[in-house]
């Protein structure tokens, strides 16, 4: 049984940094693509950075400069490094990880996800 599991969430002042950490199990074969999405009150979740078999990264625009994202172990190890945080950036993160790709793009219908780690920015 694939499982994702988050670490890392806090409470932080603005301008500060967190690193979330996500560890992959069970499973063997590698995934395609890993990532980070968010989910702040009252908003849809949305894409915060992804990282694929290759080493290509993806971001939204609102974190571009500020967040990076890693992968360690080959294919189980996942990290979101952010820095000069933002009250904006207060969100539910959550892991995912996908080996669908259509047409050279992630796709995480059928991707295996964390529970996620809450992430709190105050001014």
């Known amino acids: 049984q694939v499982e994702m599991v988050e670490s890392g969430g806090g409470s932080v002042q603005v301008g500060g940094s967190l690193r979330l950490s996500c560890v992959g199990s069970?499973?063997?074969?590698?995934?395609?693509?890993m990532g980070w999405f968010r989910q702040a009150p009252g908003k849809e979740r949305e894409m915060v950075a992804i990282i694929d078999q290759f080493g290509d990264t993806k971001f939204t625009e609102a974190v571009k400069g500020r967040f990076t994202i890693s992968q360690v172990n080959a294919n189980n190890t996942l990290y979101l490094e952010m820095n000069n945080l933002k009250p904006d950036d207060t969100a539910t993160y959550y892991c995912?990880?996908?080996?669908?790709?259509?047409?050279?793009?992630?796709?995480?219908?059928?991707?295996?996800w964390g529970l996620g780690t809450q992430v709190i920015i105050s001014s």
């Open positions: 995912a990880a996908t080996r669908l790709r259509v047409g050279g793009l992630c796709k995480w219908s059928s991707a295996y």
């Open positions: 069970g499973y063997t074969y590698q995934m395609s693509c």
